[in-house]
Structure formats: structure tokens, C-alpha cells
């Protein structure tokens, strides 16, 4: 049985770095089924193409040919576009009949899957990693989802309950939803000493000083992410032992934002605190390196990688209590949730953390024991290998257990 992950994106974003994990492991099934095949299909080149020939995994990129640069007119722009939009979908169309399931692991791959389904009558599955609120998106675009999801998808995977409730919310059928996390494997994140030396002396300047209080802040650069939010607290906090690292770049055409915050550094006079690292393949060795981790979006979000990342590295982390933060961490216990939007919120929150060791001790050791139980790769994958087996062959009897729990 083969099953086609489509994703629209080449970048390596939260959900290409979930499907990453979910199709290398698909060939070698723990729980002894029938292995399914797998060939993901990208609608774009990047570098998430390189990961996926590095881990052997069978793929191709249906480029959607960008318009010739001397095509300056409207017209023959958007005819251009359209032709390079039906040749892509002539080429899904063709790679849907030769598999069995098709698996939509982003919006856009979602609109190209759900009309593969109606074209070709394979079955589709929905991973869903958006949070459908009108800060993420347009009326138009959460209702064709919702709709889309509605009529075409077999099974709607969330990435957490948060995602859930926002897609029933929008109009989506419960009953064709799962919560399934994103799973991740716990001894990644255990790093020596020795490894953390040498990283500390590559990156220099303050963080190889002991009076430094380093916070860690790990995500791609878009304006809801908040980057200027923490920013602006810091500021407030006007404590010089701080020190930052921004860790990220602008993913999907967000260089603008990225400039902003380099000039809100300056202009707030951060530029001795505030160290720009961008996109970095060592996550878990430089979360090792922080004394505290900041997620601070400025709208909800969907899961949020890099909270359990920072769970599973053992670290303190602050994260505004809404979207899936409060059912990923436990206040006080397993990490520090705040007021969101709020850079006073957030300043007091670094000050009482930063201040207080032995809490950031204990809640680090909580979060990485829950964590681990939570979210292991082997046990999401497995609830997700469930779903894909249930849907090939609906008459058998298996239910799948939904990923759940309370943080
Ligand atoms: N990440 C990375 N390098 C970076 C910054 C982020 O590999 O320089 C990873 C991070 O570790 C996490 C993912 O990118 O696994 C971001 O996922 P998340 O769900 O937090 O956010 P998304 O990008 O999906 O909105």
C-alpha cells in the first residue's frame, strides 16, 4: 500500500520537519503491520527536498515554474501561472493513481490534494497544522479548508487540541478529526557537556561569561511569531546580564519583518544583548546552552515545536496561555504561562525566572519527564500509522488511542 504525502512548502518549517519524521519511519512500522510505502510530493524546491534525499526518502518536486522575469505583463503573468499550475496538477493527478492514500500535510497541499481525491477517488487524510482564527486566516480561505476538509478528507489530523476546537469552530465535522501531537525522539535533545563547550566558544562574545543569563528564543521570523514582542520586553527588563539569541530566519518571505527587528535592536539599544543566529540545524545543543526559553507569538499557536523541544532539553520555558501552550505546559509546574500580547507580562515573567534557579531547575526536570511521556515519536507515529492503515482497510477493527492528555 502506498500512500502520497503532499506538502506545499520546500522550506523546512514545523510541519516538513512533522512529516520528516513521520515518513522515515513509515517503512519500518514498530507494531509489526504491513509496512506502507511512502513518496512525498513537494508543490516547491528548498531545502527540505536536501533533508528528504539525505534520510533516503523517495520524492519529487512538482515546481510551479515561477513567471519568466521579462513576462512583466498582468495577463500573460497570470496565464503563465495557471499553465504551470495545470502542469503541476496533471503531475499530482498522475502520481495520485499510482498510490493508494493521499496524505495533505499543509493548506495548499490540501486545495491540489482534495482535487486529486475528486479526480483520481483515492482516499484523503488531512494533517492539519493551522489554527483556523481569523488571525491566521482570510473568512474565504478558513471556509474553503473547512469545506474542503468536510466533503473530500477520510480522517482530519490536528496537531492539537487547540487546532481542533479552532476547525470545529470554523464548521468542521468532529467526528472526522484526531488530535495526534507531533512527536519527537527525547534523547536528541541530551547533550554532553563537552558539546556544549565547543558551541559556547563558537558563538563567543558574552555567553562564555558565567554572569550571563541566556534566553533562547527558537523560531522562523513572521511577524505572529513575536520576535518584536520580546524585543520590546527586554527593553523594559533594562537588565544588561540578559543576553538573547534569536534563533530563525524568514521562511516564507518575510525579510521585511527580519529588517524591522534588526533596526528595533539598534533602536532600543539591544545591540549588546542581542545576538541574531539564524536558520541552525543544532537546535537541541543550542537550547542546551539557555538558561530560559521564550515562545511569544502574538497569535495562537497551532502546537508550537519548539516549546517541546525546550521541554524535552530540560528547560524553563515562558509561553503565552492560549492557543495549544496551556495544554502543552502546566503553569508553574512545567513551564511559565502569560498574559499574551502583553511585554510587561512577559518582562516580569523573565525577571521572577531569572531570579529564581531552582524553580527553572525543577520545571525543567518536570517538562522534560512529561514531555517524553507525551510526546514520543514512536507513539504518535504509531497513532498515525493506525489512521493510515484504518482508512486503506476500514473494516478492521483497530482504535487508534488519541494522543492526549493533560500537560
Ligand atoms: N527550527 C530549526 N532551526 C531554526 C529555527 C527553528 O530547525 O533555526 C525548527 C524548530 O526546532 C522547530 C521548527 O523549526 O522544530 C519550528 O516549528 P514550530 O512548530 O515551532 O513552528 P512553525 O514553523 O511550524 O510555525
Same mark, same amino acid.
Given at each position: 500500500?502506498?500512500?502520497?504525502?503532499?506538502?506545499?512548502?520546500?522550506?523546512?518549517?514545523?510541519?516538513?520537519?512533522?512529516?520528516?519524521?513521520?515518513?522515515?519511519?513509515?517503512?519500518?512500522?514498530?507494531?509489526?503491520?504491513?509496512?506502507?510505502?511512502?513518496? /512525498?510530493? *513537494?508543490?516547491?524546491?528548498?531545502?527540505?527536498?536536501?533533508? #528528504?534525499?539525505?534520510?533516503?526518502?523517495?520524492?519529487? =518536486?512538482?515546481?510551479?515554474?515561477?513567471?519568466?522575469?521579462?513576462?512583466?505583463?498582468?495577463?500573460?503573468?497570470?496565464?503563465?501561472?495557471?499553465?504551470?499550475?495545470?502542469?503541476?496538477?496533471?503531475?499530482?493527478?498522475?502520481?495520485?493513481?499510482?498510490?493508494?492514500?493521499?496524505?495533505?500535510?499543509?493548506?495548499?497541499?490540501? =486545495?491540489?490534494?482534495?482535487?486529486?481525491?475528486?479526480?483520481?477517488?483515492?482516499?484523503?487524510?488531512?494533517?492539519?497544522?493551522?489554527?483556523?482564527?481569523?488571525?491566521?486566516?482570510?473568512?474565504?480561505?478558513?471556509?474553503?479548508?473547512?469545506?474542503?476538509?468536510?466533503?473530500?478528507?477520510?480522517?482530519?489530523?490536528?496537531?492539537?487540541?487547540?487546532?481542533? %476546537? +479552532?476547525?470545529? !469552530?470554523?464548521?468542521?465535522?468532529?467526528?472526522?478529526? %484526531?488530535?495526534?501531537?507531533?512527536?519527537?525522539?527525547?534523547?536528541?535533545?541530551?547533550?554532553?557537556?563537552?558539546?556544549?563547550?565547543? #558551541?559556547?566558544?563558537?558563538?563567543?562574545?558574552? @555567553?562564555?561569561?558565567?554572569?550571563?543569563?541566556?534566553?533562547?528564543?527558537?523560531?522562523?521570523? !513572521?511577524?505572529?511569531?513575536?520576535?518584536?514582542?520580546?524585543?520590546?520586553?527586554?527593553?523594559?527588563?533594562?537588565?544588561?546580564? /540578559?543576553?538573547?539569541?534569536?534563533?530563525?530566519?524568514?521562511?516564507?518571505?518575510?525579510?521585511?519583518?527580519?529588517?524591522?527587528?534588526?533596526?528595533?535592536?539598534?533602536?532600543?539599544?539591544?545591540?549588546?544583548?542581542?545576538?541574531?543566529?539564524?536558520?541552525?540545524?543544532?537546535?537541541?545543543?543550542?537550547?542546551? @546552552?539557555?538558561?530560559?526559553?521564550?515562545?511569544?507569538? =502574538?497569535?495562537?499557536?497551532?502546537?508550537?515545536? /519548539?516549546? =517541546?523541544?525546550?521541554?524535552?532539553?530540560?528547560?524553563?520555558?515562558? +509561553?503565552?496561555?492560549?492557543?495549544?501552550?496551556?495544554?502543552?505546559?502546566?503553569?508553574?509546574?512545567?513551564?511559565?504561562?502569560?498574559?499574551?500580547?502583553?511585554?510587561?507580562?512577559?518582562?516580569?515573567?523573565?525577571?521572577?525566572?531569572?531570579?529564581?534557579?531552582?524553580?527553572?531547575?525543577?520545571?525543567?526536570?518536570?517538562?522534560?519527564?512529561?514531555?517524553?511521556?507525551?510526546?514520543?515519536?514512536?507513539?504518535?507515529?504509531? !497513532?498515525?500509522?493506525?489512521?493510515?492503515?484504518?482508512?486503506?482497510?476500514?473494516? *478492521?477493527?483497530?482504535?487508534?488511542? /488519541?494522543?492526549?492528555?493533560?500537560?
Amino acid at each position: 500500500m502506498k500512500v502520497l504525502f503532499l506538502d506545499q512548502s520546500g522550506e523546512l518549517g514545523g510541519a516538513e520537519l512533522c512529516l520528516l519524521d513521520i515518513v522515515a519511519q513509515i517503512s519500518c512500522d514498530p507494531a509489526g503491520r504491513d509496512a506502507l510505502e511512502s513518496q /512525498v510530493a *513537494l508543490l516547491s524546491a528548498g531545502p527540505f527536498q536536501d533533508r #528528504l534525499t539525505q534520510a533516503n526518502i523517495d520524492h519529487v =518536486v512538482l515546481r510551479e515554474r515561477p513567471p519568466h522575469p521579462k513576462d512583466r505583463a498582468f495577463f500573460s503573468r497570470r496565464l503563465r501561472e495557471l499553465f504551470s499550475l495545470c502542469h503541476c496538477l496533471g503531475d499530482l493527478i498522475q502520481l495520485a493513481r499510482n498510490s493508494d492514500l493521499i496524505y495533505a500535510n499543509t493548506s495548499k497541499a490540501m =486545495v491540489m490534494g482534495a482535487i486529486a481525491h475528486l479526480i483520481t477517488g483515492r482516499p484523503l487524510v488531512y494533517h492539519l497544522h493551522d489554527i483556523l482564527t481569523p488571525q491566521h486566516f482570510l473568512w474565504l480561505n478558513r471556509n474553503l479548508l473547512v469545506q474542503l476538509a468536510n466533503s473530500c478528507a477520510t480522517q482530519v489530523i490536528a496537531n492539537s487540541h487547540a487546532t481542533q %476546537q +479552532a476547525f470545529i !469552530a470554523a464548521g468542521g465535522h468532529m467526528a472526522k478529526s %484526531q488530535v495526534i501531537y507531533n512527536g519527537f525522539l527525547p534523547e536528541q535533545f541530551r547533550i554532553e557537556p563537552a558539546q556544549q563547550q565547543a #558551541l559556547r566558544q563558537s558563538l563567543g562574545g558574552k @555567553l562564555s561569561d558565567d554572569e550571563t543569563f541566556t534566553i533562547g528564543c527558537f523560531s522562523r521570523f !513572521a511577524p505572529w511569531k513575536g520576535q518584536h514582542l520580546l524585543l520590546e520586553s527586554l527593553a523594559k527588563l533594562n537588565d544588561p546580564q /540578559v543576553r538573547l539569541l534569536l534563533v530563525g530566519d524568514s521562511l516564507f518571505g518575510e525579510e521585511a519583518y527580519v529588517l524591522k527587528l534588526r533596526k528595533q535592536v539598534e533602536r532600543l539599544g539591544l545591540t549588546e544583548q542581542v545576538q541574531f543566529l539564524g536558520f541552525r540545524d543544532d537546535v537541541p545543543q543550542l537550547l542546551a @546552552l539557555c538558561d530560559l526559553l521564550v515562545h511569544s507569538p =502574538v497569535a495562537p499557536e497551532p502546537f508550537g515545536r /519548539v516549546i =517541546v523541544e525546550a521541554m524535552l532539553g530540560g528547560k524553563a520555558i515562558i +509561553a503565552p496561555a492560549e492557543g495549544s501552550s496551556p495544554e502543552l505546559l502546566r503553569h508553574g509546574q512545567t513551564g511559565w504561562l502569560i498574559e499574551p500580547r502583553s511585554s510587561e507580562s512577559l518582562a516580569l515573567a523573565i525577571q521572577t525566572l531569572k531570579a529564581e534557579p531552582e524553580l527553572r531547575l525543577r520545571m525543567g526536570q518536570a517538562a522534560a519527564q512529561a514531555a517524553q511521556q507525551r510526546f514520543h515519536l514512536y507513539q504518535t507515529n504509531q !497513532a498515525i500509522f493506525e489512521l493510515l492503515h484504518h482508512t486503506l482497510n476500514p473494516d *478492521l477493527m483497530v482504535a487508534s488511542p /488519541v494522543t492526549t492528555g493533560v500537560p
